[in-house]
T-cell receptor
Framework: KNEVEQSPQNLTAQEGEFITINCSYS?????LHWLQQHPGGGIVSLFMLSSGKKKHGRLIATINIQEKHSSLHITASHPRDSAVYIC??????????????FGKGTHLIIQP | NAGVTQTPKFQVLKTGQSMTLQCAQDMNHEYMSWYRQDPGMGLRLIHYSVGAGITDQGEVPNGYNVSRSTTEDFPLRLLSAAPSQTSVYFC???????????????FGSGTRLTVV
């Protein structure tokens, strides 16, 4: 069974700090999503990646397929980055009915 | 450009009551799905649909029914609400079901349901 583990579960940091959220999974995958969920709000897709690195503004996502690991980095963090960040993978073997296996999320708080 | 619209945003039900959570998308997406999100757990798939007239069960389908009479709408019905169904529910859609990694998902804003 594919497991998706995120670390840390909770992270509190000061404004301006460099943030790293990690995602590890146990089976081969075809792609990985990073999602953002704001308090009381919906879920937004940040990145989809299957290799290498993607950058959007202050957000950077990397993936190492061989090591079964992905990281989400936030540079110059801001209080508006406070949210739950969710990793979801698409296993090569098919995963769930919709092809996705979700991590439990990392709750990030950026203090001013 | 509404995307995925869920209603209501909040609902309190008594045990045994029934209700329907509405989900509509205006992007002509073939694929729609319902998830529930509980504290300390990842999103779990309840039901999904790959097109009008086609639905199937996900990981946690018990106690829920769905139908897909049109491409736009995918309502989730709770037939007899139970406290274990207290959760936040998300509807999501995608242009096609596979490959999700290419088309991605659009999520609704969620419905917070409490069953007392």
């Amino acid at each position: 069974k594919n497991e998706v583990e995120q670390s840390p579960q909770n992270l509190t940091a000061q404004e301006g700090e460099f943030i790293t959220i990690n995602c590890s999974y146990s089976v081969g995958i075809s792609a990985l999503h990073w999602l953002q969920q704001h308090p009381g709000g919906g879920i937004v897709s940040l990145f989809m990646l299957s290799s290498g690195k993607k950058k959007h503004g202050r957000l950077i996502a990397t993936i190492n397929i061989q090591e079964k690991h992905s990281s989400l980095h936030i540079t110059a963090s801001h209080p508006r980055d406070s949210a739950v960040y969710i990793c979801a993978v698409i296993p090569n073997s098919g995963g769930g009915a919709d092809g996705l296996t979700f991590g439990k999320g990392t709750h990030l708080i950026i203090q001013p | 450009n509404a995307g995925v619209t869920q209603t209501p945003k909040f609902q309190v039900l008594k045990t045994g009551q029934s209700m329907t959570l509405q989900c509509a998308q205006d992007m002509n997406h073939e694929y729609m799905s319902w998830y529930r999100q509980d504290p300390g757990m990842g999103l779990r798939l309840i039901h999904y649909s790959v097109g009008a007239g086609i639905t199937d069960q996900g990981e946690v389908p018990n106690g829920y029914n769905v139908s897909r009479s049109t491409t736009e709408d995918f309502p989730l019905r709770l037939l007899s609400a139970a406290p274990s169904q207290t959760s936040v529910y998300f509807c999501a859609s995608s242009k096609q079901s596979r490959p999700i990694y290419y088309y991605g998902y659009t999520f609704g804003s969620g419905t917070r349901l409490t069953v007392v």
